[in-house]
């Protein structure tokens, strides 16, 4: 049997970091997918073929208690953490062994702030849960999934993998999410082409929070009521342009609150500032910053935001809210 699975990008609107503390946050799946495929083989090993991400080519083999690998690359066990931890966790749920072959292609940016690492999981216990004949709700994959970031970075709210597996607009605050209208976002995301690993941002907050929580704590308490105004203007009957002048406004004090718990960059601040030049009514990092993307929104300055990013240095892509959260694409017998 064969199953092939793929789960969606995310951005984060409001409330990366915070969330970590408990506070609320808002994000939307985007279009952007990392496509799995599982398969059973016959030597009894977990065979893991990542054919895109940076470190090209990578194959890696792992029985019980050994790990093959197949290039020279020295991180690769580390890289391929969240894969192989998605798969175990998938095999303790089934209460199975087996030799499982996943390969891995993505459209997703990896460290750019946009959920890879969710996607990856999110994909993985979809495709290999489906071959072990488990019927698990997305609700019930996106809790695996937020195991899997937690054994990987040691900290994770679990936004990233609940957005991934359900799909649409949510809000969300330790565990439990509420569905938020879709509405068409005029965004721009901007990737400075740098990464930044989550694992070490939420790190790094957690030790500035641990020696100055004075500082600190009414930091994220700010970004939490920040969530909460954002939540009722998107549900408020105010005029779309009204909507966006103040979701903007907020996004901007957003990133002013990321920056000041340190984990903005010089090039996402110029990316940010230049998407505000340009016109746009709001810009901020999304995700956990240390490099990888912001976003910005931009009714009718799209492609003028989009132009400005570029001159600044980094890549715009337009995209879109993805409704679809976790898809079984194929399931062959
Ligand atoms: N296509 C992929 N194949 C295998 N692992 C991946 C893939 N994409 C992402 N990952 C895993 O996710 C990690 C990046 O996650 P993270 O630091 O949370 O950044 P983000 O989720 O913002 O992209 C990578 O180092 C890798 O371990
Ligand atoms: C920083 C954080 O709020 C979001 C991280 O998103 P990403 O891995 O950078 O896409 C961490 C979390 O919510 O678990
Ligand atoms: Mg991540």
Same mark, same amino acid.
């Not at 359900?166 to 969300?172: A, D, E, Q, T």
């Given at each position: 049997m064969r199953v092939l699975a793929s789960a969606p990008a995310k951005i984060i609107l409001f409330g990366e970091?915070?969330?970590?503390?408990?506070?609320?946050?808002i994000a939307a799946a985007i279009d952007l997918r990392t496509y799995v495929k599982a398969e059973f083989n016959k030597n009894g090993r977990i065979r893991i073929e990542a054919k895109d991400i940076r470190t090209p080519g990578l194959t890696v083999s792992f029985s019980e208690d050994q790990i093959y690998f197949e290039t020279d690359y020295g991180k690769a066990a580390e890289v391929l953490s969240y894969v192989r931890e998605a798969i175990n966790l998938v095999m303790k749920e089934a209460d199975k062994q087996r030799g499982v072959t996943v390969s891995i292609t993505s459209q997703i940016p990896v460290g750019a702030g946009l959920g890879s690492s969710a996607a990856v999981a999110v994909a993985t216990i979809g495709a290999v849960s489906k071959l072990f004949g488990l019927e698990l709700t997305p609700e019930e994959v996106a809790k695996l999934g937020h195991k899997v970031e937690l054994l990987v970075q040691g900290a994770s709210s679990g936004i990233d993998p609940t957005v991934s597996?359900?799909? #649409?607009? %949510?809000?969300?605050?330790?565990g439990s999410f509420e569905r938020l209208p879709v509405?068409?976002?005029?965004?721009?995301v901007g990737y400075t082409g740098s990464s930044g690993s989550t694992k070490e941002l939420v790190a790094k907050v957690r030790k500035n929070y641990e020696e100055m929580p004075e500082i600190i704590e009414p930091i994220l308490?700010?970004?939490?009521?920040?969530?909460?105004?954002?939540?009722?203007?998107?549900?408020a009957e105010y005029d779309r342009e009204i909507k966006f002048?103040?979701? #903007?406004? %907020?996004?901007?004090?957003?990133?002013g609150l990321l920056d000041a718990l340190g984990v903005s960059t010089k090039s996402l601040s110029d990316l940010v500032y230049a998407s505000r030049e340009a016109g746009a009514l709001g810009a901020k990092i999304t995700g956990a910053g240390g490099g990888g993307c912001m976003y910005a929104l931009a009714p009718r300055k799209q492609s003028e935001v989009a132009t400005a990013i570029k001159i600044a240095g980094g890549m715009p892509m337009i995209t879109k809210?993805?409704?679809e959260g976790l898809r079984i694409e194929e399931a062959e017998k």
């Open positions: 970091h915070s969330v970590v503390y408990g506070k609320p946050a597996a359900i799909g #649409g607009f %949510l809000y969300y605050q330790k509405i068409e976002l005029p965004i721009v308490t700010s970004m939490g009521k920040l969530v909460e105004k954002a939540r009722e203007v998107i549900l002048k103040l979701l #903007g406004t %907020l996004m901007n004090i957003n990133h809210i993805s409704r």
